[in-house]
């Protein structure tokens, strides 16, 4: 099985940015789809973006599109998650996750890694 790690994680001001990089172990980020999650307390966690294990499709949350990038450099077995114009409700854990499905649904993704915190400050 895979083993996800994130960071990059921080406090940064409304419109700043972040990049997060999600890193692989124990097989190759190529064999898996990505997704980034994320989760506020006594919310459930909610999409982000996904990226197919090819990076050839892209699929993101109306929240984030046009501000949010996801990527993969499957040489380097790490995905990313460009975050820019950041807002104060953009504060949350981030997640990367794998399996073999493609999409938004949290719960079709078998491996999470143990999240990042991003706090957006206004």
């Known amino acids: 099985q895979v083993q996800l790690v994130e960071s990059g994680g921080g406090l940064v001001q409304a419109g700043g940015s972040l990049r997060l990089s999600c890193a692989a172990s124990?097989?190759?980020?190529?064999?898996?789809?990505m997704g980034w999650f994320r989760q506020t307390p006594g919310k459930e966690r909610e999409f982000v973006a996904a990226?197919?294990?090819?990076?050839?499709?892209?699929n993101y949350a109306d929240s984030v599109r046009g501000r949010f990038t996801i990527s993969r450099d499957n040489a380097k077995n790490t995905a990313y998650l460009r975050m820019n114009s950041l807002k104060p409700e953009d504060t949350a854990v981030y997640y990367c996750?794998?399996?073999?499905?493609?999409?938004?649904?949290?719960?079709?993704?078998?491996?999470w890694g143990q999240g990042t915190q991003v706090t957006v400050s206004s």
């Open positions: 996750a794998a399996d073999s499905n493609y999409g938004g649904n949290s719960a079709e993704y078998d491996y």
């Open positions: 124990g097989r190759p980020l190529s064999n898996y789809n």
């Open positions: 990226i197919s294990w090819k990076g050839s499709s892209t």
